[in-house]
Structure formats: C-alpha cells, structure tokens
C-alpha cells in the first residue's frame, strides 16, 4: 500500500499556520521573497505561491496596497495584474504543461476569499483527471511536488527569455 505523506497541510488543518495580519501586505514587506513564495514583483502588485494550493503551480497575483474591494483598484493596479496574469500563464505553461487554467478572484468571505480585506487574483493550472477522491472523501489534496521545488522551477523559468 503507498502511504501518503504532506506534513505541511497539518498547520493548514490545525489552523496554525494563519497570519495575524494580512499576508498580501506583511509578506512583500519582510524581504524574504523565497521563503514566502514571493516569485515576482512588479511597481503596482507582486506574484506569490499558494502556500495550501489547489494544484501545483496554484499563484495569486496582488496589489501592494490593501484594498478589499475589486472596483476600488487603480487602474495601474488592474493592468499590471493582468499583465504579470499573462506572464503567470505563458510560465505555468512552459514548466508544467497544465491542459487548462482557472483564474478567479474571491471577493468578500463568503465567496471563498481567505483575505477578504485584500483582492487577490487566483491562477490554478488544471489537468485532465486532477481531482480524485481524496478532496470528497479525505478532505485532502494530493500534490505530488513540495512547494519550494515547485517555486524553483517557476523562479527558474520565470528569468528566462521566451
């Protein structure tokens, strides 16, 4: 029998690992890019790892200014996050060869939105057959690569020129 092993999604489920403060906000501040999964930065918003993803590859693109509401953001802050959405995509493509994408933005925590005070785009490569049972039965998600390899590659593919 294989035996599945994720130590990290036990800070996820015990709750432990949540951020007293708004982590769109503390994380760019802290100049620790790598360790908070921070793959780029532009002027306006700034491109970050999921650190519980839906799927490998799972980014969030980020304005650097806390704002909770989608029509609130400049229009500096839209464009730049749909540019580095483009660059997100043409990545994920060429490292991990998903057959499609999920893009979204969970407004207020009723929608989902994990930081409701800060808007937040969701870039979630897909596969053919990438859900099984183990999201209805376990309450898990099975993701066959650690974070930090995953963040190498993007990081890796991200500098160089197409």
């Known amino acids: 029998m294989d035996q599945l092993f994720a130590p990290w999604r036990m800070a996820y489920i015990e709750g432990a690992d949540k951020q007293p403060e708004c982590i ?3 994380f760019p501040k802290e100049n620790r890019d ?3 999964l921070i793959l780029a930065r532009g002027k306006h918003v700034f491109v970050i790892m999921n650190a519980f993803p839906y799927n490998p ?3 969030m693109v980020a304005p650097y200014r806390h704002e909770g509401v989608y029509e609130n953001l400049s229009e500096d802050e839209l464009f730049e996050m749909n540019v580095m959405a483009k660059r997100c995509l ?3 493509k060429k490292i991990m060869n998903p057959q ?3 893009l979204g933005v969970n407004i207020g925590k009723t929608a989902g939105a994990g930081f409701a005070g800060h808007v937040h785009l969701h870039i979630v490569p ?3 057959g990438d859900t099984n049972f ?3 039965v376990g309450e898990v998600r099975v993701l066959p690569e650690s974070l930090q390899n995953t963040y190498k590659k ?7 020129d197409d």
């Open 24 to 26: 769109f906000c503390a």
């Open 34 to 36: 790598e360790e908070r």
């Open 57 to 59: 590859g799972h980014l």
């Open 90 to 92: 043409k990545v994920l």
């Open 100 to 102: 499609g994408f999920n």
């Open 126 to 128: 897909r596969w053919n």
């Open 134 to 136: 183990m999201p209805v």
């Open 154 to 160: 993007i990081q890796e593919a991200w500098g160089s």
